[in-house]
């Protein structure tokens, strides 16, 4: 028995049709997730190849005698009367130090003048030393080894960014520099190590770029999400609150929903404006402060945590508050009784999604001065909150702008630091959901 031309188990074209386009659309979007991984993969890749090495730092490892004569003059071994001694004469006691273990380790220099040779080192070494030496007093007059920073085109070298090629045609190194630092490497004198200081040490000048840390700018982030969540967090609840459960429905409420609406969509660096006109030129407030950026973001971010809380608000079913009221509860006790806690897995996840981006704002931070050479670290909160300090976002920025390829890798290494604290804010974000997500 054959099927019948209009039979359901018959292909007719219009079915052919159909399944082909389905099968198009299936393959479009396979294509179009392939793209956005690839993506992904290039952007990572990317990123990592060019900021891994800021974690690592070259090191030259060399014993300095430290003589009392002219470290501790008065030979007292008091901190506040050795620190009339400055770097200059930390830097002659390591230039000496340094010619001494390259001779001692038989290490051919012809060609290389002492200038040279103490060229190699960072201008950031004397400060090393000499910030051991103070917070130690009893080294004075004692042998010990150290391991100081080597400059930016040394460091760069022993990473594959410096060439003898182009050192050729650079001014702050030569080749036959970069030959003794493969004969040091080979010696034991000089290592690529890794580096702490590149996450807690503070921002470094232009001559010094292999000492520029992220310190201050995690702080300052930290400050200003800690302002960013006392403030959004109440607040946008509290709005969310009074829309979703009490507000009347009338021609008022419709105007406050539609401008939060807007006031989500309105670019970031318009909140700079306002926070530059009211909270610094208005207020009085200090420029590049915690206590302003965090102003900024968290009303940057309170639309954000207000749609997200009032879409988790209306999630939960309506039974939930007809059975809280039928059995007697008052309006009150039962949306803070019953539907605010089905709601606290959405507004946490809403306000920590709200957090990561505020975390990685940096358009509204230029605005208010965020983006300044900061060295010294904010004194703990509250006074914390007023000194100046830098970003994470507004430190990528400033890094991207100076002339020198070391800082280009710092940038680099910045941007893998703020991906992993989004990542991990995102991911505490998945994690509450599902701990504290009830079914019903």
């Not at 001694?85 to 051919?108: H, K, M, N, Q």
């Not at 004075?140 to 070298?157: C, E, K, P």
């Not at 030959?179 to 232009?206: C, E």
């Amino acid at each position: 028995m054959t099927d019948r031309p209009d039979s359901l188990f018959t292909r007719d074209p219009r079915t052919a049709r159909r399944r082909a386009a389905e099968a198009r659309f299936r393959g479009f979007g396979i294509v179009a997730v392939l793209v956005g991984v690839a993506a992904l993969v290039m952007l990572l890749a990317s990123v990592l190849s060019s900021g891994l090495g800021a974690f690592r730092q070259t090191n030259i490892h060399i014993p300095v005698a430290l003589e009392a004569a002219v470290l501790d003059p008065a030979g007292s071994r008091d901190p506040e009367a050795m620190k009339k001694v400055t770097t200059l004469t930390y830097g002659r006691v390591i230039e000496a130090a340094l010619s001494g273990a390259i001779t001692r380790a038989g290490i051919d220099t012809e060609g290389l003048s002492d200038a040279e040779i103490a060229a190699m080192l960072s201008k950031e070494a004397p400060a090393q030393l000499r910030a051991r030496v103070l917070a130690a007093p009893g080294l004075v007059g004692t042998s010990v080894d150290a391991s100081l920073l080597a400059n930016g085109r040394i460091d760069g070298y022993l990473k594959g960014r410096v060439t003898m090629e182009t050192a050729q045609l650079d001014r702050n190194v030569t080749p036959r520099q970069l030959q003794l630092a493969d004969a040091m490497v080979a010696k034991g004198m000089m290592s690529r190590d890794f580096s702490p200081a590149f996450l807690t040490g503070p921002d470094a000048s232009d001559l010094r770029p292999e000492a520029a840390g992220l310190g201050v700018a995690i702080i300052g982030s930290a400050y200003m999400m800690l302002i960013v969540l006392a403030l959004s967090l109440p607040l946008g609840v509290a709005t969310s609150i009074w829309l979703e459960e009490f507000a009347p429905r009338n021609r008022w409420t419709d105007l406050i929903e539609v401008n939060i609406a807007n006031l989500a969509a309105v670019p970031s660096i318009v909140f700079g404006v306002l926070g530059l006109a009211i909270f610094i030129n208005f207020a009085g407030l200090p420029q590049s402060a915690p206590i302003v950026g965090g102003l900024v973001l968290a009303l940057m971010t309170l639309p954000t945590i207000i749609i997200a809380t009032r879409a988790s608000l209306k999630a939960v079913p309506q039974g939930i508050r007809d059975a809280a009221l039928g059995v007697g509860a008052s309006r009150m006790q039962a949306v803070f009784h019953h539907v605010l806690p089905l709601a606290a897995p959405g507004i946490l996840t809403g306000a920590i999604i709200g957090l990561a981006q505020a975390l990685g704002e940096t358009a509204p931070l230029l605005l208010i001065g965020m983006v300044a050479f900061v060295r010294e670290f904010p004194a703990a909160p509250p006074d914390g909150f007023f000194d100046p300090a830098s970003a994470l976002p507004a430190q990528i920025y400033n890094w991207t702008q100076r002339t020198d390829p070391a800082f280009v890798e710092r940038a680099s290494g910045a941007i893998i630091v703020l991906l992993v604290l989004l990542l991990v804010m995102n991911a505490a974000a998945i994690l509450l959901r599902r701990r504290f997500e009830r079914r019903w």
